[in-house]
């Protein structure tokens, strides 16, 4: 793995020298009876020192937060209808949509972030996730954006949200380093939008340069990495640093192959690098597991709300 070494003091992990391209060779769907993946997860989680959870979008897809299909039809009807096309498939598609002027593009926005950040609160596998590890130290890196694992009670030090946030703004430019709380911005937009259109004066402007204001949602190379994200990305570090050599469990939840180099292959470069790790991997559709990691991993091809609550049970039913 790929360290910076700053002025000869020990190497120190960063987000950008995390980061993994290298996918395995060997991956095959296991073939374990999912009763006993179950217990082999748990046992694993039990007998860890340490728990490095890893999320990526199946989880919240899992909990209930999907971008297509009812829910984004139920919600978005009228930016369907006044758009149409290729964009308007589903949340995440929508939102690059080429939207005319500003307010159309906060019109969209303010609503996406109450869907998605405000209005669901914190939901139940999210509180059973949180159940399943509170009692071990933990650490989350995320690519998840809804705020979920902030609302569920993971305290902030423990959590690395790489990618952003649905309910932070920043500039369009990234041309200070800086993002901003927009809960109330979009709450007072939800109230005035009409036409799928936010009022002209209640559009955000940046602070600093007077231009326009954008989401805090890695996309391009503006997005701006606040000082609380690096913190966050210290705070990630230290914990690799403590729990490398010692029993860890990597705990991937729904992190497939659309980004696997945030999550899926640096876990993996975790494992080949440390042999006290031990990798339990959660996907609906893509839990394969290279074969080379022998019974120190566990794929299981699941929905994860069972997953986790079946989890859970085995975890709590066998505590001391």
Known sequence: MAQRILFGRKPTTTFQSFLSGVPARDYI????????????????????????????????????????????????????????????????????????????????????????????????????????????????????????????????????????????IQCQKGCHPKTYDAIKMFHQMDQARKDCLVPSYMVPKCPVCGGPMEMNLRCDQYFVEDEAWHEAEKRFGAFLEKCKDKKTVLLELGAGFNTPTIIRFPFEALMREHKDMSLVRLNLDEAVIPQSFGERAVGINEDMGKSIQDLLWEVSSHED
């Open 29 to 168: 769907f296991q073939q374990t009876l999912y009763e006993e993946q179950i217990r082999q997860a748990a046992n694993k989680i039990k007998e860890a020192d340490f728990i490095l959870i890893g999320a990526g979008a199946g989880l919240s897809t899992a909990a209930g937060l999907t971008m297509g299909g009812a829910r984004f039809t139920e919600n978005f009807k009228e930016f369907i209808e006044k758009y149409g096309g290729p964009y308007m498939r589903d949340m995440y598609s929508a939102g690059f949509y080429p939207f005319p002027t500003e307010e159309a593009k906060w019109g969209y926005w303010s609503k996406n972030g109450m869907v998605n950040r405000i209005l669901p609160g914190a939901l139940p596998l999210y509180k059973k996730l949180y159940q399943l590890v509170e009692k071990k130290p933990h650490f989350v890196l995320t690519t998840n954006v809804d705020h979920q694992f902030f609302l569920v009670g993971f305290e902030k030090k423990n959590v690395f949200a790489t990618q952003g946030d649905y309910g932070r």
